[in-house]
Each structure stands twice: as structure tokens, then as C-alpha cells.
């Protein structure tokens, strides 16, 4: 298969002051996803990282309207899909996929994996040959079990009789079957042990390069997330805190989150360094910090940061931040 | 790259969680014993027209007071003096140990025997239907309401609770009493009083409350599951993730429901019967059986008590299957015998 180069300076999903509440009982609101805004150019892996609870989960099912947006849009190659409906959507969802965390959750037990991965070819037209055949079917689906390396005696097997790696190359599978341009992999690998884990990273990053495909990579794993992003945005209780190069944000952090999150991977030749690892709990979502919601955790806050939300402003070019005192600054006055 | 690749997925032939729950169903020694009581009972009884009456040389249906059979070279009536002082009244004739009036006569003088098989035909035919009529209506209102949820789920909830809150069999009394002289019009379709349909038909109805809820409940996690999400995020139309996604799944909650369905409509068609409201004379059921058998409760307990053992035995190894497929069936006994 012969897949042209992509255009790299083609921005393929944007997304514009996103929001995502939930109305609670006694008049509370939680902020899952709070003003939201960024883009993803085609061909790139945009690594979404944060704690759990931080609303990457809520914010990835809300860019594939599997929940719906509160506020804001969510543009698809420049068409906004924020409020079509589920009928002007379905050829849409073709070129958008997403790849579940629970592997074994997101198949039916009761069903054939030959049968679930010929279910989107049953629903969705061939743009350019029309209806698929059976014939096209079988054939589309053999492609697919070599693309993702599993045997093609799987068609006949049943999601249990799998490997949790296994059956995340499964949904791999599944999700590429229509051919989509852009896959959000709402945390693919964290159930899995960590050398299926490399793996099915490596898949990834395979198809990445044979396909062409764009990722929005979710998962609370900065190792994970730096193996495969070319951007990285790091959120913290529903926004986003810090968003730039994967090699920038991970190795010159701007926002104290993002450094102490970056304390917590373990490496093996370099002792600790820099800030202390992140400690304290994330706070809830219904009642967040005034001001700065992060704090009551940095260790630089000043009056200011319980006052006023710092803006998300641009550091340097291409790497911005929402903090009062981004680190760069702080440590060009220090050294 | 390393074995989660190389090896195929298991070495054995590929089963189905279906093939599998059957298997752990014919291991189990408790449902197995059920299963072969209920299928003689049931066998018996469907057969009775072929062999009944070469074996019992009477008609279950008509009576015999005056006749008399012989046993053991003597001629004895079928309707005998009491054993009383003075030798009032008739008492039909008890257990002879021959095929002929093997458990004796009822009070019109027929053989209990043969009695018991043909109203085992109703019994287990009515309870039967009604399990598979109610399963089907539960299924249309559980999976409606936990499927579509907010306004739809509310009224067919609380319709369900408030026919739940009335209680079973005089719910079911209460229907059979309006229906058991004038018997039932639905649009253009009359049914006749005597019509087998109406007992079946009332029996499903009241137990529809009982078998939808557990369904709805099953809806509602399914569809709130992750495969369900995966097939609206690959553009799957909502019917067929109904059809194929979530009924499968709903199956198993209904296999389950079956057989303990099928044993509450034995109890409840056997209840109808012995209030004269069920099965209509001169068809017989257990019920009517044990309702015939009720005057000669002192003198002739074995006419009511029969049928009664006939229920009790049908209905506990109903009840032994129901638990036995109930286990074979849990997806997570399935998923663990499978690793």
C-alpha cells in the first residue's frame, strides 16, 4: 500500500475553547474540561498526559462526540463537528477512531473476532466501490490481522480465548478498518504489562509510519507518552497546563506540574534531581482552587496564584504554559 | 518480536462462551439429574395419548362410577362402601398395584394415573408457554426501558411497580375471574373461556414485572459498556447495536429466567386451576387434580396428594436446572475456566 507523505502543515483536528460540565445535584458543577483549546497538525502524536481525574479521558471522548461538548468546537478538517447530528456524523466517523484503555471491555464476548472487525465494513459504504462484498471483507480483514501481527486463525476466535496485548491489537485492528486519518488512544497500554507495553507502543508507532495516521495519545505516563509524541500537552484539573515539543516540555519544563511530573519517571543513570516528585492528591474537580488550580501543590505559589487563573501564553515559540512564574524565567534569575 | 505474537491464541479449538456453559452444565451431576427427571415427566406426559390407554384400559375422561375391573381374579367395584361403622357412602377405589387404576380412582371413578399424565400434558404446556410468552414481553419492555432510559425507562418502571406492588396471585385471580365466563376479546380475536390461551396468556402477564426487571438491569450496564461505546464510535445505527450487541448478552439473563419463569407459572397455573379458574373441566390439569382430590383428602389422600408430588417434583428440578445454568452461565466463571 502506498500512502502519500502527509501533510504536515495541514492541521487536521482543532479544537476551540472546549468545555465539558456536569451539573451535580445542590447546584455544583464539575468542570471536566475547562476552555480547551488546541491543535493537532496531520501526521503528528499529540501526547495528552495528566493524573487520572485531570479530564483527558472526558476531553478525548468529547473530540469524537462520544460525549457532547458543553461549549466550544471541535473542527475535523476544518469542518465543525461539535453539534452535527449522529445521522451527518456517521461518514465522519470513518476517518475518526479511537482505541480504547480496557481491551477486553471494548469487545463483545459474545462475537467473532472476524465478526467485529467486518462490523464497520457492514455499516460503513467503500467511498469509491460502494457496498463492501464478502469478498472485500475477507480480504480487508486479512490485511489487517498482518498489519497488526496476529495470526489469521484469530478470525475465528472469540475476545476471551486472547492475550490482553493480544486484544488490544484487536481494537488496533478495528479501529484502522475504515481507514481513518486521526486514532485518539484514550490510554492503550496502561492495563498491560510493561513489555506488552513496548510492543503495542512500537505498533503504534509502526503504523504511525506505514499509514500516515495522526495520534492523540492519552495516558497518564509520561514515559510512555515521551516514546511516541512529537507534541506533548500536559493538563491538570480539567485545562491544560503546559503544551510544546515533546523534547522541550519533557527536558525544559516550564510549568512546575510538568517538572515534578517528570521527577516521577524513574531513570536509571541520573539521581534525582531538580524539584522533589509530585506528592499531595489531586483536588476534586467540583470544588477547584481559586486562582491557579495547582497551588496548593507548587512549591513557588505566591499570593498572586491564589488570586488570579494565570493565561496560557507562549514561553517561547511553539511551547506555551499557563503559569505566573514559568520555570525558564525563574531559572534564568537562579543561575 | 516475543511470544504475545508467535504463539497462537490457544492451542485448543475455538469454543464459544455458549459451548463452554454447556459443558460445565453436563459436568454438573445436580443439573444433570433435573434435567433427566423433567425430561421423563415430560416425555410421559406428551406421550400419554400413544400408551395411556393400553396400559390403563379406562378413559381418563369419563366417568366410572358404576364400572368395576378385575383384580386378581376377583371382580371389584370401583366405587366401594366406606370403611365406616355403618358403612355410609362410597369411597373410590384406592392404590391396586396394577396397571389398571395403579393409584386408584378419583371420586367420578377415573384412573388417577392416567389422569395425572394428561393433565401433566396442560400443566407443563401452559406453564411452558406462558415462561416463553412472559420472557418475550419482558424482553420488549426491559430492553426498551433500559435501552432508550430517561422518560421511556420511567413510565415503563413505574408500571412495573405498581402491577409488582399488587400481589401475584391475586392479580392473576383477579384477571381470571373476569375472564372465565365471557372469556377474552383482543380486537377481532375472541378466545373462548375454556380456551388453554387464557391461562397462559394471564399467567405471562402477571409475572412480566418479575422477568423484566433483571433484564432492564442488564440493559442498563450493557449499554453503558465499552464494546457498546466502541460500536457508536465506529458508526454502528443503534438498532444493530441492539440486535448485536446488546441481545446476545441480554440472552444469557433470559436463559436463566427460563426455567425459573417456567416453575412460578407451574405454581401459579396449578393455583388457577384448584380456584376452577385455570383449566375448565372436562380438561384436566394438576391443579383441577388436586382440587378434585381435595374431598377425599381423609378417606383417599392419594388423589390430591399425586398431582401435588407431580408439581413438587417438576418444579424443584426446575428450579436445580435454573441454578445449574445460572453458574454455567456467569460470563466470569466462563472467562476464568478459560485461562
Redesign the interface.
Known amino acids: 500500500m502506498s500512502i502519500p507523505a502527509p501533510d504536515t502543515t495541514k492541521t487536521l483536528l482543532e479544537v476551540r475553547h472546549l468545555h465539558k460540565t456536569y451539573q451535580l445535584p445542590g447546584r455544583k458543577t464539575l468542570k471536566a474540561v475547562d476552555d480547551i483549546s488546541f491543535s493537532v497538525r496531520q501526521g503528528e502524536v499529540l501526547g495528552l498526559v495528566g493524573e487520572s481525574g485531570c479530564g483527558k479521558s472526558t476531553l478525548g471522548r468529547c473530540l469524537?462526540r462520544?460525549l457532547p461538548a458543553s461549549s466550544g468546537s471541535i473542527l475535523f478538517d476544518g469542518q465543525d463537528i461539535t453539534r452535527l447530528s449522529e445521522r451527518k456524523?456517521?461518514?465522519l466517523?470513518?476517518r475518526l477512531?479511537?482505541v480504547?484503555q480496557?481491551s477486553s471491555?471494548?469487545?463483545?464476548?459474545?462475537?467473532?473476532i472476524g465478526d467485529l472487525l467486518a462490523?464497520?465494513l457492514r455499516?460503513?459504504a467503500d467511498p469509491i466501490n460502494g457496498k463492501h462484498t464478502a469478498d472485500m471483507i475477507t480480504a480487508r480483514l486479512t490485511e489487517l490481522l498482518d498489519l497488526v501481527?496476529?495470526?489469521r486463525?484469530?478470525l475465528?476466535?472469540?475476545p476471551?480465548?486472547?492475550?490482553g496485548?493480544?486484544k488490544q491489537r484487536i481494537?488496533i485492528a478495528?479501529a484502522l478498518?475504515?481507514s481513518p486519518q486521526l486514532i485518539v488512544a484514550d490510554e492503550p497500554v496502561s492495563a498491560l504489562d510493561v513489555?506488552?507495553q513496548a510492543?503495542i507502543i512500537n505498533l503504534f508507532a509502526d503504523l504511525q509510519d506505514q499509514l500516515g495516521l495522526t495520534y492523540v495519545f492519552i495516558s497518564h505516563d509520561l514515559s510512555v507518552v515521551r516514546q511516541i509524541s512529537t507534541r506533548v500537552a500536559v493538563m491538570y484539573l480539567g485545562s491544560i497546563v503546559e503544551i510544546g515539543e515533546t523534547d522541550t516540555v519533557l527536558h525544559t519544563p516550564a510549568h512546575p506540574y510538568t517538572s515534578m511530573l517528570t521527577q516521577a519517571i524513574p531513570h536509571p543513570t541520573k539521581g534525582k534531581t531538580g524539584l522533589p516528585a509530585i506528592t499531595g492528591d489531586i483536588p476534586s474537580p467540583v470544588s477547584r482552587p481559586s486562582g491557579c488550580h495547582f497551588h496548593p501543590r507548587c512549591p513557588y505559589a505566591q499570593a498572586i496564584c491564589r488570586e488570579k487563573a494565570p493565561a496560557l501564553e507562549n514561553v517561547k515559540p511553539s511551547h506555551m504554559v499557563s503559569c505566573h512564574f514559568p520555570l525558564v524565567a525563574l531559572q534564568k534569575i537562579y543561575v | 518480536?516475543?511470544t504475545?505474537?508467535q504463539t497462537?491464541?490457544?492451542p485448543a479449538p475455538?469454543?464459544?462462551?455458549w459451548r463452554q456453559a454447556a459443558r460445565t452444565l453436563l459436568a454438573d451431576k445436580g443439573s444433570m439429574t433435573a434435567l433427566a427427571v423433567l425430561c421423563i415427566i415430560v416425555l410421559a406426559c406428551l406421550l400419554a395419548p400413544l400408551y395411556a390407554h393400553y396400559v390403563a384400559h379406562t378413559d381418563a375422561f369419563a366417568s366410572n362410577v358404576a364400572g368395576s375391573i378385575v383384580l386378581n381374579g376377583h371382580e371389584v367395584d370401583i366405587m366401594q362402601p366406606n370403611d365406616n361403622p355403618l358403612h355410609l357412602g362410597l369411597s373410590p377405589i384406592g392404590p391396586t398395584g396394577h396397571t389398571a387404576y395403579l393409584l386408584g380412582a378419583d371420586s367420578q371413578g377415573r384412573d388417577i394415573a392416567a389422569r395425572l399424565l394428561y393433565g401433566g400434558r396442560n400443566s407443563l404446556m401452559i406453564s411452558a408457554c406462558a415462561a416463553v410468552l412472559c420472557l418475550f414481553l419482558s424482553t420488549l419492555v426491559g430492553v426498551t426501558a433500559g435501552y432508550f432510559g430517561g422518560i421511556t425507562d420511567s413510565i415503563l418502571s413505574r408500571l412495573m411497580d405498581i402491577m409488582w406492588a399488587v400481589p401475584v396471585y391475586l392479580f392473576a385471580i383477579s384477571l381470571s375471574i373476569i375472564t372465565v365466563r365471557h372469556g377474552l376479546q383482543i380486537g377481532p380475536f375472541t378466545i373462548e373461556a375454556d380456551n388453554l390461551l387464557i391461562p397462559i396468556i394471564i399467567i405471562a402477564l402477571v409475572y412480566v414485572p418479575y422477568a423484566a426487571r433483571p433484564v432492564r438491569g442488564r440493559v442498563m450496564v450493557l449499554r453503558q459498556?465499552?464494546?457498546v461505546?466502541?460500536?457508536?464510535?465506529?458508526?454502528?445505527?443503534q438498532w444493530?447495536v441492539l440486535l448485536?450487541?446488546i441481545l446476545?448478552?441480554v440472552l444469557i439473563t433470559l436463559v436463566v429466567l427460563g426455567p425459573l419463569l417456567m416453575a412460578l407459572s407451574l405454581l401459579a397455573e396449578s393455583a388457577l386451576s384448584f380456584l376452577s379458574l385455570g383449566v375448565q373441566a372436562p380438561a384436566a390439569s394438576w391443579g383441577t387434580m388436586i382440587q378434585d382430590g381435595e374431598g377425599l383428602i381423609y378417606s383417599r389422600p392419594v388423589v390430591a396428594i399425586a398431582p401435588g408430588l407431580a408439581i413438587v417434583f417438576v418444579v424443584l428440578a426446575l428450579n436445580i436446572l435454573g441454578d445449574g445454568l445460572r453458574d454455567a452461565l456467569d460470563?466470569r466463571n466462563?472467562?476464568r475456566r478459560?485461562r
Open positions: 469524537l462520544l456524523l456517521r461518514p466517523r470513518q477512531q479511537m480504547f480496557d471491555a471494548s469487545l463483545n464476548p459474545r462475537r467473532r462490523e464497520p455499516v460503513h501481527g496476529l495470526p486463525s484469530a475465528e476466535r472469540y476471551h480465548e486472547f492475550s496485548g493480544q481494537n478495528r478498518t475504515l513489555s506488552v510492543q | 518480536m516475543t504475545d505474537l497462537p491464541a490457544s475455538s469454543v464459544s462462551l459498556a465499552e464494546f461505546t466502541a460500536a457508536r464510535c465506529l458508526g454502528v445505527p444493530r448485536f450487541d446476545p448478552n460470563i466462563a472467562t478459560s
